[in-house]
RNA sequence: GCGCCCGUAGCUCAGCUGGAUAGAGCAACGGACUUCUAAUCCGUAGGCCGUAGGUUCGAAUCCUACCGGGCGUACCA
């Protein structure tokens, strides 16, 4: 059995050698795109950019590579212009998609390397002083998106986390718990533990705007705890617990997991370290008042604090000792941060600084950024209280996607709706999320979200379920190996090349760190194919052949569909 | 001031490393359920791709300048 990807590797090795025999040399790039949909083939081919190198016109060029030898699974090879449209042979499009799909299952398109690189993906870090907002979302949904792309590529890859749970900002909370909260637990007032701790952070920024005593107070309570007072380390480590016990369930709720978890209160004495070194080796240096620094200006940045006056670490500080202690313990090929773009120029600094201390992995380090998420107000501001909640945006939507369902005749009973309901309401926010681009600023509309219409998750899960039901109504869905060719209908064929490009599109997705061409994909398929359910019958098709023919072109896309919302976190849900 | 990002239909966005006639969705209007899930489908309308130059056989895509918006430029994280 040939796969997709060993066929479109065959046909660009025959492509080259027509034209080293014809022209001499081999063409620089030989890219598959899509022809127009006028013309029936599979494949098209443009010879522009052979044109400078072969010094030919493309349309010579095209009608020169249309005259290669073709193996018997090329129907036709036709020059149009500076054009080649390839088209298979439909049986062998048919077999070859279906085949695939049936042998990889839910790893259609997944690829293995023979030593696969090890990539770290950082993603989520959060502060342990309040609950996880919208912004969040953002990271942990692309941050699980690249996790699985990288993982489809045949990558060994490690997702980390790194808990920032030390500081100015847990000290306010705690210092709000002790003078507003005392005695309290999440249990006794019945919130999350995330949501408690947050309660007592935002009731600080409260209570301190009248009152700058506070405020010492918590400075004085930071010093305490570098000092390592029993007493503040003890009810440090009470609130941490509480924040990431609720941390836990909203990662279980997005899908988020991590195989190494780390913790800024175990690591900022390691960039300590580091910079000191990197004092003695006169790559950083001090100033008068003790502070060290490096410059940057020869790159276009500026001079970069690492170490302050009083010898206190500071967020590059901790980068650099978390980055040199994950590099020492997992010698990754790669580290992948998923970091929100205002930080663009800490990780300049944080790779330029990597690089001068001598570490070459520096270069293969990649700040994964990506747009602000704005509430129509204007940006989210934490201390306000004026965020969006993750916890409760997932439970909006999931109950809006409860009241659609409620309307619904769909006979299942509550525990399996709210599954369900769950499944449609995370995913709608995450499909949201996915298929703009990450550059792109996301102007958070609340209302319009929450409608399931258009380019949705609930529209692919939806078309989803609806393939499911046929399927399940089919029961046994035969083996049409030896049958091939029923399906020449418009809309099939149109699928069969969507399906075609499916291996192609996971893996520029997972070059490009780029989920949103998956996301964009799983759209264009989804469409396709509710356009061929409303022009053709499935169980009462025109003959048993044609019927089998389409019921695997049904498991197909619904395989597909799966795959694909799966990689993007997304649940396919069999009913909705 | 300097640096980075964004600017495509009324709104939200696609448009892959330049390539066959600029595409969707939403909103608006008009159609399609005795038929495999109408959370669907079909149709109509809507564009000087921010502006001006440049490179090229060919530019929404690359380069330069400008305009508009965002982010950053902390001994905060």
């Known amino acids: 059995m040939m796969t997709i990807q060993q066929m479109e590797k065959e046909l660009r090795v025959l492509i080259c050698a027509q034209c080293r025999s014809q022209f001499g040399g081999d063409p620089d790039s030989v890219v598959f795109g899509m022809p127009p949909e006028t013309i029936d083939a599979d494949y098209a081919v443009e010879c522009f950019s052979m044109s400078k190198l072969f010094r030919k016109s493309p349309a010579d060029i095209a009608r020169t590579i249309a005259n290669m030898d073709r193996p018997e699974w090329v129907d036709s090879i036709i020059p149009a212009g500076p054009y080649i449209n390839i088209k298979l042979t439909p049986a062998f499009l048919e077999r070859t998609v279906f085949d695939q799909i049936d042998a990889e299952q839910t790893r259609f398109g997944w690829q293995k390397q023979d030593t696969p690189a090890r990539v770290i993906v950082e993603y989520s870090s959060p502060n342990t002083n309040k609950p996880l907002h919208l912004g969040h979302i953002r ?10 792309l990288l993982r489809a590529m045949g990558n060994d890859v490690i997702p980390a986390s790194i808990l920032n749970d030390r500081g100015i900002h847990i000290c306010k909370a705690m210092v709000a718990y002790r003078k507003f909260f005392e005695g309290q637990t999440p249990e006794t007032a019945g919130m999350k533990g995330d949501h408690f701790v947050g309660m007592t952070y935002v009731r600080f920024d409260q209570e301190s705007r009248g009152d700058e005593s506070l405020m010492e107070e918590a400075r004085a309570m930071l010093r305490a705890w570098e000092a390592g007072d029993p007493a503040t380390r003890d009810l440090w480590k009470r609130m941490n617990r509480w924040v990431t016990e609720g941390f836990e369930q909203t990662y279980a709720r997005l899908g988020s997991t991590f195989e190494l978890v780390q913790f800024e209160s175990d690591m900022y004495q390691e960039g300590k370290s580091l910079a000191l070194d990197g004092v003695q080796k006169g790559i950083f240096y001090r100033r008068e008042d003790g502070s060290i620094w490096f410059d940057l200006r020869d790159i276009g940045l500026d001079e970069k604090a690492i170490v302050r006056g009083d010898g206190t670490s500071l967020y590059l500080t901790q980068d650099l000792g978390v980055a040199v202690d994950r590099a020492r313990r997992y010698h990754p090929d790669r580290v992948i941060y998923v970091v929100g773009s205002e930080q663009i120029y800490h990780f300049k600094a944080l790779f330029a600084a990597l690089g001068r201390l001598g570490f070459e992995w520096a270069a293969q380090c990649v700040h994964l950024s990506y747009g602000m998420v704005y509430l129509p107000e204007g940006k989210m501001k934490s201390r306000e209280g004026k965020v969006i909640d993750a916890d409760n945006l997932m439970d909006d939507m999931t109950r809006m996607a409860l009241d659609v369902m409620e309307e619904s005749h769909l006979q299942i009973d509550d525990a399996d709706r709210r599954s369900i309901a769950e499944a449609i309401g995370i995913g709608a926010i995450k499909y949201f999320i996915l298929k703009v681009g990450a550059l792109k600023d996301i102007h958070f509309d609340p209302r319009g979200s929450l409608s399931f219409d258009g380019s949705t998750g609930a529209y692919l899960q939806y078309t989803h379920a609806r393939i499911r039901s046929i399927l399940n109504r089919a029961g046994e869905v035969p083996d049409t190996d030896c049958i091939t060719g029923w399906l020449t209908q418009k809309e099939e064929t149109t699928l069969l090349r969507k399906l075609l490009r499916f291996p192609r599109c996971l893996s520029d997705a997972a070059a490009d760190l780029n989920p949103s061409r998956l996301a964009l994909y799983l759209w264009e ?31 197909s896309v619904a395989m597909t569909l799966r795959c694909g919302l799966e990689l993007l976190g997304i649940r396919a849900v069999e009913r909705m």
């Open 525 to 555: 398929l989804a469409k396709l194919y509710n356009g061929f359910y409303t022009n053709h019958r499935v169980l009462d098709a025109p003959g048993p052949e044609i019927r089998a023919a389409r019921l695997r072109l049904c498991r």
């Open 139 to 148: 990271n942990n949904v692309l941050g699980v998106a690249v996790v699985n």
